[in-house]
């Protein structure tokens, strides 16, 4: 179970990362593009699915969005109604800015700590609504309530390279309840290279058992997805994009880097101890990318 692998604090584990459908889809809709989701992974040697939250983030970059924001469905109840086929456990993504105390709590306190984890992401950006939950509260909500959910953390390691202080953050997360962090995705190994680093020798030099973390792997198959990758904060360094951008096949060349950038940190984190493991997503919709999606995936279930 993975909750158990996350409590034993164990390397390797395996979960795969969708975006619920967009609200506004009839229920046939709904449903057709949750049988192709379970067709695609049910076979699947996953220990956990991962369903994101989305928000709208315009706050947070002057930058134009390349794709329009659309409101998705809320992941807890898509799991239950249109997934319940797919019997792996499911981690659901809550960002705090969304729900009142009540409402996170009776998630946290009505769900099935067994098929149920959850990772809390904080708001877009500083100037978001003073009305919403923030990260530290929906931290607090989680410590006062009955739930035994296992909680994540989201760490960033791109922003390591400019704060150089995303080992302590997620120290301080672990104070908070978070017994694992999946990371952004990693298209700059130096970056993640270097958080893992410091995230190793703090845990030692203070006494602290490390917990796992998942790093995120993304195919990218074109240049629109690579301009959304990168407004999304995803790190890419400018002679890799400029690999993929003059690639006769970016979405090949994607997969294959991404595939020897995991090896790569799989060896640095092996070789200290640190345990880590690997989420797998697609951020477009077209078929051609998610498919790609999953053909990363047998290749990194083969390296562990």
Not at 40 to 60: P, S, T, V
Request: aromatic share 10%; glycine share 6%; charged share 25%.
């Amino acid at each position: 179970m993975l909750t158990d692998k996350i409590k034993n604090r164990e390397s390797g584990i395996i979960v795969y990362g969708i975006t619920p459908p967009k609200k506004g889809n009839d229920d046939d809709k709904i449903r057709e593009i949750a049988a192709r989701q379970i067709e695609r992974l049910q076979n699947q040697n996953i220990d956990g699915l991962i369903l994101y939250d989305i928000q709208d983030e315009a706050e947070r970059t002057a930058e134009l969005r390349p794709f329009p924001f659309i409101e998705t469905l809320n992941g807890f109840e898509y799991s239950e109604q249109y997934l319940s086929e797919l019997h792996i456990p499911k981690i659901v993504y809550r960002a705090s800015g969304k729900y009142t105390a009540s409402e996170l709590e009776s998630f946290l306190t009505q769900s099935s700590a067994e098929d149920y984890l959850t990772v809390f992401v904080g708001a877009a950006s500083s100037t978001a609504d003073a009305g919403h939950l923030s990260l530290k509260q929906a931290y607090d909500v989680k410590a006062r309530s009955a739930s035994s959910m296992l909680l994540g953390g989201v760490t960033i390691p791109e922003r390591h390279q400019t704060k150089g202080d995303e080992q302590k953050r997620v120290f301080q997360k672990m104070t908070q309840g978070c017994s694992f962090f999946v990371s952004q995705g990693v298209y700059d190994v130096n970056a993640s290279k270097n958080f893992l680093s410091d995230y190793y020798y703090y845990g030692l030099e203070n006494d602290i058992p490390l917990v796992p973390v998942l790093l995120t792997l993304t195919p990218c198959g074109s240049a629109k997805t690579l301009e959304f990758m990168k407004w999304l904060g995803i790190s890419i360094p400018r002679w890799l994009e400029n690999e993929l951008i003059h690639s006769h096949d970016i979405l090949q060349k994607s997969i294959d880097f991404s595939e020897q950038s995991w090896l790569e940190l799989k060896d640095f984190a092996d070789e200290k101890g640190i345990p880590i493991g690997c989420n797998i997503e697609s951020v477009a919709i077209r078929k051609v990318e998610v498919d790609a999606s999953i053909d990363l995936l047998n290749r990194i279930q083969k390296t562990i």
